[in-house]
């Protein structure tokens, strides 16, 4: 349905505000003196949108390298594995053996953020050797199964209280890679053939706990670490620390084979929704869009910091691979809705390119310390005040 709006109510109606948790007026935008008229299209009267599409987004750089925040665990369908490389290896620990290494220590410092069933709360964990060499760029596709040593050089059973100070989690190392560590070290005068070490999950898991990691331009952050005693030649005990310089996770999930909107962080798991402007007549000026999505708590899955309430969503010029915006959606007080009040310049660029479409990239705002799961109702869900729902707001003139 097509709603007429003289310029007088339209005055009017701009007179009165609404609240910021409230969707915005169609009539609340200032227009121009030669507009003939104002019109309303909404998914109630037209079809906006013809589909949509889950997939694990492809980047160009691990948004999980020396974030902050590293993953290991799984629960349910999810899992999470993280790579380490220590960066400050000795070049004059050649000569030690196995008899000369006292004590050597993996150390993880626990952060609060928890994912999963934490009533359980258990976290289990093997720790083998990485055999190939992995870059910033590095991505659950390139980091295949031949990447990991069979050997166990450590491994963690139990459980991590939920807390927001935690002492740092213990184990065992094995004494044998440090010794092809400080070698290699010394033979090729830098760290490059070192690849590191994988903390992979087991089945016991019934958790994803995130621990903490360096950021780029902060030295003070705690990161992982192995402390090494040994005894020096004249039998004196010493200590050095390896410190974790490149730290990356790396979340799998299948794909959800459903006509629901979902999202996840860590992954990332998005979703595109594909709009349909070909409705709009010849010729018009947006002046306002929305769109509001409902989702479903019962299906969604969040960590310990309950559900976050800003979730963005971004568009590009297909015909370009131009990034055209973002704009953000908020959550509405008291409600399972989300609310994308500023969509206008997304409806515009579809309006106006070739076939007068658009998609729109669903995720979440804070895809790097959440791995939170977000469900909402499709645009075929059999109950309609479920559905995703556009409104446009567009003005004709003379």
Partial sequence: MKVITSLSALFCTCLMIVGCNDRFSPVGSDFLSDTVGVFTVSTDSAALFTSTKSYHRKISSNTLFNNGVVYIGKSGDLEAFTLLRMINIPDTLSQLNAADIVSATLKLEPIRYTFGDSAANMLQFSVVKVTKLWRPTATLDTITQDYFDSKQLASFSGTIPLQDSVAAITMDFDKDILLDWFKL?????????????????????????????GVVGNTQRKTSTIEVIYRRANAVLDTVILRSGYDASFLSSPIPQTDDIVIQGGLPLVTELVCDFSSLPPNVAIQKADLVLTFDPSRSLFGNKGTDSILTATYIDSTRNNL????????????????????????????????????????????????????FYGINHPDKTKRPKMTIIYSTRP
């Fill in 185 to 213: 070290r010394k033979l090729a005068g830098n760290d490059s053939a070192i690849y590191g070490i994988a903390l992979r999950p087991q089945s016991g898991s019934t958790v994803i706990r995130s621990f903490s990691t």
């Fill in 324 to 375: 055209l915006g973002t704009t953000f959606g908020i959550r509405t007080k008291g409600t399972n809705t989300f609310s994308y009040p500023l969509v206008s310049g997304f409806v515009e660029a579809g309006y106006r390119g070739k076939n007068k479409r658009g998609t729109l990239l669903l995720q979440v705002y804070d895809r790097i310390a959440r791995t939170d799961r977000y469900v």
